[in-house]
T-cell receptor, first 112, second 115 residues
Framework: QKEVEQNSGPLSVPEGAIASLNCTYSDRGSQSFFWYRQYSGKSPELIMFIYSNGDKEDGRFTAQLNKASQYVSLLIRDSQPSDSATYLCAVNGNSGNTPLVFGKGTRLSVIA | DAGVTQSPTHLIKTRGQQVTLRCSPKSGHDTVSWYQQALGQGPQFIFQYYEEEERQRGNFPDRFSGHQFPNYSSELNVNALLLGDSALYLC??????????????FGPGTRLTVL
């Protein structure tokens, strides 16, 4: 059973701070890793994807992957109240276009 | 560039009824995956369609079935609805296998309520 684990939160950070969201996965053969943002009542919106060990930066967002530890994280710099949402970690299997396995999501609250 | 579209937005049904949900993939995409998201949970994979065939299936009963049309759009059918089928149903589109494009983009979802 492939599993993706996330702390459900809520994670509360002050405006302007760095928010750190973490995710672990069970399938060592996983190849692709995604972070989605989901506002209440809306569908998931892709923020970032990462395939290789290390860091990948896009604007205020940085994804970090450590395959040896089976760990992926998302850092949000200069957090804004508009970043308040549930962040879903998703992992793809060990061949192309396999189904995404999602964590339950971490709820982030950015306090103004 | 048209994104993923789904219809209807909301649907209310009673137990035992049947429902059909529709999805059109993002322009240029040929693969459609369906997910069920219960309240407070992450999306759960139902099945995936590519080249008009069901390619992969998650742990869902046969009451859940689907179809993909030549224009890549897709339908999800659920028969004999149960209260537990109440959820947000998400369609995601992507490029086909072997293209290296496994990133999935989600539509707005269909909120199904079973009474």
């Amino acid at each position: 059973q492939k599993e993706v684990e996330q702390n459900s939160g809520p994670l509360s950070v002050p405006e302007g701070a760095i928010a750190s969201l973490n995710c672990t996965y069970s399938d060592r053969g996983s190849q692709s890793f995604f972070w989605y943002r989901q506002y209440s009542g809306k569908s998931p919106e892709l923020i970032m994807f990462i395939y290789s060990n290390g860091d990948k930066e896009d604007g205020r967002f940085t994804a970090q992957l450590n395959k040896a530890s089976q760990y992926v994280s998302l850092l949000i710099r200069d957090s804004q109240p508009s970043d308040s949402a549930t962040y879903l970690c998703a992992v793809n299997g060990n061949s192309g276009n396999t189904p995404l396995v999602f964590g339950k999501g971490t709820r982030l609250s950015v306090i103004a | 560039d048209a994104g993923v579209t789904q219809s209807p937005t909301h649907l209310i049904k009673t137990r035992g009824q049947q429902v059909t949900l529709r999805c059109s993939p993002k322009s240029g995409h040929d693969t459609v995956s369906w997910y069920q998201q219960a309240l407070g949970q992450g999306p759960q994979f139902i099945f995936q369609y590519y080249e008009e065939e069901e390619r992969q299936r998650g742990n869902f009963p046969d009451r859940f079935s689907g179809h993909q049309f030549p224009n890549y759009s897709s339908e999800l059918n659920v028969n004999a609805l149960l209260l537990g089928d109440s959820a947000l149903y998400l369609c995601a589109s992507s490029l086909g296998p072997g293209t290296g494009g496994d990133t999935q983009y989600f539509g707005p979802g269909t909120r199904l309520t079973v009474l």
